[in-house]
């Protein structure tokens, strides 16, 4: 800096500058870096969200791959959460470093278990909105096991196995019925053969203060989901105060039909960036 101070100063006097130009000059230059060193501002008023996906349980974040590519070809910049969906004060705190990382404002989607999640989670400052993909949406108090200890006469029952060693499984030969109907057999026996072990600490980990009561929400109610039941959706979204979209398909939509999937996360994004401007 010393070097290119004395620089300046040999230059403007050549050139016959005042001292105060050159004042000025020197502090464009120091203020300029400055802002390129730091790759300037962080966040431009009415920019897009970034948009932050988080998976449930029995999966990971792969399955996000067609909703992720939608959105990055509309101009989003997208991450993943792959939670290690062990317990859920685990998926909290992994689904917080990201959202740390992230740069302005935050569009938070979670899918299924991932909906407990993010009600946790979302009270990130930087969370803007949350998205819930036919997820869980408990309150203060609740878990994934509160809202599903007593289900409605009629309603699908998911096929969980007992609890090995503190976690749970989906029966693989049910599971495609149950979680992925809508997928062609293939890749739902493929998604029922690498099943991700899901944490009893996951499943009744109980929420503190859901996000849903502060931030904006949107909710895509799942008609033909036989993991979580339709009604049990409507309740949730209606409890949430959630702008509602309503689709046929499996549990497994995301997978199976992105494009509604991103059209929603999309109207909760514009609805940021419109707020922000």
Known sequence: MALQRRYLHAHCRAAGASQMNLNKY????????AVLASGGPAHAAGAKPSVVLVHGGFVDGS????????????????TIVQNPTSSLSDDVAFTKHVLEKQSGPVVLVGHSYGGA?????GNAPNVKALVYITAFAPDAGESVQTLTSNPMPGAPVPPILPPQNGYLLLDSAKF????????????????????VPWGMHAYDGAITQPAWKA???????????????VAAQRTMAKRAN???????????IYVSNPK????????AAKKVATQSS
């Open 176 to 195: 495609p019925a149950s979680f992925a109907g809508d997928l062609p057999a293939a890749k739902a026996q493929f998604m029922a053969n690498s099943q």
């Open 117 to 121: 999640v993010i009600t946790e989670s």
């Open 26 to 33: 020197i502090a464009a230059v120091v203020v300029g870096g």
């Open 215 to 229: 931030k904006p929400s949107w909710y895509l109610v799942v008609t033909e989901d036989r993991m979580i039941p």
């Open 63 to 78: 399955g996000w791959e067609g909703v992720y590519n939608i959105l990055k070809h509309d101009g989003y910049d997208v």
């Open 242 to 252: 959630a702008t509602v979209t309503e689709a046929k398909g499996s549990h497994a």
């Open 260 to 267: 509604v999937v991103a059209t929603l996360i999309e109207e």
